[in-house]
């Protein structure tokens, strides 16, 4: 379980992906000292194991579930990636909680200045969509975020200046492809309501719309 709070921004120094040998090498932030083998780090959002050190390095195993559910197979050596380490119970949750777990890939369909913000529009694929409210929490390449307001094609959020310049967000460009994680409240929420008999007692999305919700 991860926060959304990014903690450091690595860069990938090698990328094997074979089919029979997955790997994804990133160099060692020096934050990250005390990092153990087997130890969880979200890398764009994405939760990977810790497989070997190498040299200033660590190494990630990488399944063809995850290459094809999220942006990683489109990273190249030099690409920069957000890294976060797992959540310690107890400690501030100043985000939201993230599991890793990607939903779905968006794309970045706009960047502009507004004051001394930056607005992105993000297309999303429908399988996402269903969660996201305005002014909800949503996960963006592991980096727990706001959504400003829904559109018809996805949504656009606005990030202030410490945020860009402290994550890979600031390297997004239109055109982009971005690992998506709906509020995980939201998603359990959604099918509960959607595994209920129409003729069940309790709440429904009737009930919700009838209370303001």
Not at 5 to 33: C, M, T, W, Y
Not at 36 to 58: P, Q, Y
Not at 77 to 85: I, K, L, P, T, W
Not at 162 to 185: C, S
């Amino acid at each position: 379980m991860f926060t959304g709070l990014i903690e450091a921004v690595g860069k990938v120094n090698d990328i094997r992906f074979s089919g029979q040998e997955n790997e994804l090498v990133v160099q060692h932030p020096l934050l990250f000292e005390k990092i153990k083998l087997g130890d969880s780090i979200a890398i764009n959002g994405v939760c990977l194991t810790v497989s070997r050190f190498a040299g200033g390095e660590l190494v990630f195993d990488v399944m063809p579930e995850t290459l094809r559910r999220s942006n990683l197979h489109k990273l190249l050596r030099g690409s920069f990636v957000n890294m976060e380490r797992a959540l310690v119970l107890g400690e501030r949750l100043g985000g939201h909680l993230v599991t890793g777990h990607i939903d779905g890939v968006g794309r970045v369909t706009g960047r502009r200045s507004e004051g001394n913000a930056i607005l992105f529009t993000i297309q999303t694929p429908e399988e996402v969509r269903e969660y996201l409210i305005k002014k909800g929490s949503v996960a963006i390449d592991g980096i727990s975020l706001t959504i400003g307001d829904i559109t018809n094609e996805g949504f656009w959020i606005s990030i202030i200046p410490h945020t860009l310049t402290a994550t890979a967000l600031q390297y997004r460009q239109v055109g982009d492809a971005v690992n998506l994680e709906a509020d995980i409240i939201g998603k359990y929420v959604v099918r509960y309501l959607e595994r209920r008999q129409p003729s069940s007692k309790g709440i429904s999305f009737d009930f919700l719309k009838q209370h303001g919700f």
